[in-house]
T-cell receptor, first 113, second 115 residues
Framework: GENVEQHPSTLSVQEGDSAVIKCTYS??????FPWYKQELGKRPQLIID?????GEKKDQRIAVTLNKTAKHFSLHITETQPEDSAVYFC????????????FGSGTQLTVLP | DADVTQTPRNRITKTGKRIMLECSQT?????MYWYRQDPGLGLQLIYY???????NKGEISDGYSVSRQAQAKFSLSLESAIPNQTALYFC??????????????FGPGTRLTVL
């Protein structure tokens, strides 16, 4: 089955700096890669996703890049703000599997004021 | 998302007890999922359902069972709870079929403690 590894497990940045979280996946058939943000005590919420026919996708301060050859994808957050502090999860899935998501283990991002 | 609800939100039970966690949604989605979250392990899929008649095991289904009573309701049961089932449980929904978007919407979670 699919295996998703996520790094780092914790990340601290100064407010205004950029943050990068990286994930690798094992199944070359995976073609959908969402990122979820989970604030303390709350439910995971989708913040951005990318499909394998696209190399990069941006949404304001958030971007995701995908390298299919290397089987890795990354989340980039620019101009970080205290409200960006949360746990971020990457995930991967492939068509025909009810979109079973295999999640990474999460990254605790702390934005220091 | 307020359209996906879970009951109870917190539950403490004892080893060997049967317990049921319930999930309801008003989003009209046909696909529903149950996940377990443990610290440092992300979210692991327990069971998923395409529709009322289609239920499938996920990666960690042992010790769990589910029931899809209606399109809007998906229940998770622990027939005989054990301490290592202490975790945060999330229900999620998504749209299937031609309108499929793959986005999964999560409920608020149920914190289960098995003593």
């Amino acid at each position: 089955g699919e295996n998703v590894e996520q790094h780092p497990s914790t990340l601290s940045v100064q407010e205004g700096d950029s943050a990068v979280i990286k994930c690798t996946y094992s199944d070359s058939a995976s073609n959908y890669f969402p990122w979820y943000k989970q604030e303390l005590g709350k439910r995971p919420q989708l913040i951005i996703d990318i499909r394998s026919n696209v190399g990069e996708k941006k949404d304001q301060r958030i971007a995701v890049t995908l390298n299919k050859t290397a089987k890795h994808f990354s989340l980039h957050i620019t101009e970080t703000q205290p409200e960006d502090s949360a746990v971020y999860f990457c995930a991967a899935s492939k068509a025909g599997s009810a979109r079973q998501l295999t999640f990474g283990s999460g990254t605790q991002l702390t934005v220091l004021p | 998302d307020a359209d996906v609800t879970q009951t109870p939100r917190n539950r403490i039970t004892k080893t060997g007890k049967r317990i049921m966690l319930e999930c309801s949604q008003t989003k009209g989605h046909d696909r529903m999922y149950w996940y377990r979250q443990d610290p440092g392990l992300g979210l692991q899929l327990i069971y998923y359902s395409f529709d009322v008649k289609d239920i499938n095991k996920g990666e960690i289904s042992d010790g769990y069972s589910v029931s899809r009573q209606a399109q809007a309701k998906f229940s998770l049961s622990l027939e005989s709870a054990i301490p290592n089932q202490t975790a945060l449980y999330f229900c999620a929904t998504s749209v299937g079929g031609k309108g499929r978007t793959d986005t999964q919407y999560f409920g608020p979670g149920t914190r289960l403690t098995v003593l």
